[in-house]
């Protein structure tokens, strides 16, 4: 019997995917309800592009110092608990932005959210890893694309707050009510059990399908390794820098398409918050494509193409800046990181010789390397130059997870 002949997923299993892709959407959607209000933070506290810059890093300091708490807290509290209501305590944190009075203190309350989101994104993650055993095929691609499709629906929300001049209180106030109402629901029908249930499950299937019940077969036997041995290290290294390359891009879309448009290109503050939204339209399309186009084509074929199309698209945009050609290129580095962040989470999960969860909370942590660079170095350049020209840190990101992808297997199975 082999794995396609599997039981198909029980009722429970359906609803637990159900309940954590909730999970996915409403953690994409509460941060993404405060990016298309940047430029009005901006301007209400009289901030340069470097200050900004800096005061949006407090977000990724945080996530960086909180990160690697993600394992402990997960074995402690689980990671059903740990992400559904680390949500609901994330979107309480929001509500501090609008009483910032300098960028300081804007600094400080997105480090307590970023250090929060950190957390409840490894744990949403592992908990979706859970879920995929049961299913026995690919399903974390399509996760992260109803993570889009929450930070996509987060964007409009406040876009449409921006235009409609809805003051920020308000529009977090309902952001977080919603979003956590959410949350709480989707709690009851997550996964119950320790976090290795699912493991222990698969390796018995596994051993079935093999025709030698209660043995697992010798290719799916786990690798006995001294921890952190060279192979492991130079991968995890590898495979961190390729998912802070897609982090990178991903918070030039979020922390400066707005600001771009708006004070490049001179457009309107709903049209200036679309920015977000078309590149988080193409992640979400090419997540949601992603689990067939990668089990067709393999990881590295897609994250290559991918990171070519990004460049391409982004530089183009750059070249001739208008709004159309602008809006397309941020569509194309969106389509184009769509599959890479997943693969590299999903690569360092099933690296042989670490404990359970330790790849993902590795690589989840060191990614915020990119969100954390991004926001300074992007701000410093444009205020030496143009934030057009510091806009081509996308460009260079794209080109590095070119050369990097080559760590990412070429099929899934």
Request: with cysteine.
């Amino acid at each position: 019997m082999s794995a396609s002949t599997l039981a198909p997923p029980t009722r429970q299993v359906r609803r637990a995917r159900a309940a954590v892709a909730a999970l996915f959407l409403t953690n994409g959607a509460v941060f993404f309800n405060v990016v298309p209000r940047y430029p009005q933070i901006k301007a209400d506290l009289g901030l340069s592009n470097a200050v900004l810059g800096t005061a949006l890093a407090g977000y990724s300091i945080g996530a960086l110092l909180a990160g690697l708490l993600a394992g402990a807290a997960i074995r402690r509290f689980r990671s059903a608990r740990l992400a559904a209501f680390g949500i609901v305590v994330t979107t309480v944190a929001t509500l501090a932005v609008p009483a910032a009075p300098n960028w300081f203190a804007l600094g400080a309350v997105l480090f307590v959210v970023g250090a929060l989101d950190s957390v409840v994104d490894v744990a949403q993650n592992a908990h979706g890893l859970r879920v995929q055993r049961r299913y026995r095929r690919s399903i974390l691609n399509s996760l992260h694309g109803v993570w889009s499709i929450g930070a996509v629906l987060g964007g409009l929300m406040g876009s449409a707050a921006a235009g409609l001049d809805v003051p920020l209180t308000v529009h977090l106030g309902i952001s977080a009510v919603t979003f956590s109402l959410v949350a709480l629901l989707a709690y009851r029908f997550l996964l119950p059990g320790p976090e290795d249930a699912e493991r222990a499950t698969e390796a018995a299937d596994l051993a079935a399908a093999d025709g030698h019940p209660g043995v697992p077969p010798a290719h799916h036997r786990p690798v006995r390794r001294r921890l952190f041995a060279g192979p492991a290290v130079r991968m995890l290294a590898a495979l961190s820098a390729l998912a802070a390359c897609g982090a990178l891009v991903e918070d030039a879309g979020a922390s400066w398409g707005a600001i771009y448009l708006r004070d490049d290109l001179h457009t309107g503050a709903a049209v200036a918050g679309l920015a977000v939204v078309v590149f988080q339209g193409a992640m979400t399309v090419g997540r949601l494509a992603g689990d067939r186009v990668v089990d067709h084509f393999g990881q590295r074929a897609v994250a290559q193409a991918g990171a070519a199309l990004a460049a391409v698209g982004m530089g183009a945009a750059l070249a001739v800046p208008t709004v159309g050609t602008t809006l397309g290129g941020f569509a194309f580095a969106g389509l184009g990181f769509a599959t890479l962040v997943p693969a590299a989470m999903h690569t360092a999960d099933e690296l042989p010789g670490l404990p359970p969860g330790t790849g993902l909370t590795i690589v989840s942590w060191l990614l915020r390397a990119g969100f954390l660079l991004s926001p300074p170095l992007v701000g410093f350049v444009a205020d030496l130059t143009s934030l057009r020209v510091g806009l081509l840190t996308v460009v260079g990101a794209s080109v590095v997870a070119l050369v990097l992808a080559r760590v990412l297997g070429r099929k899934t199975a």
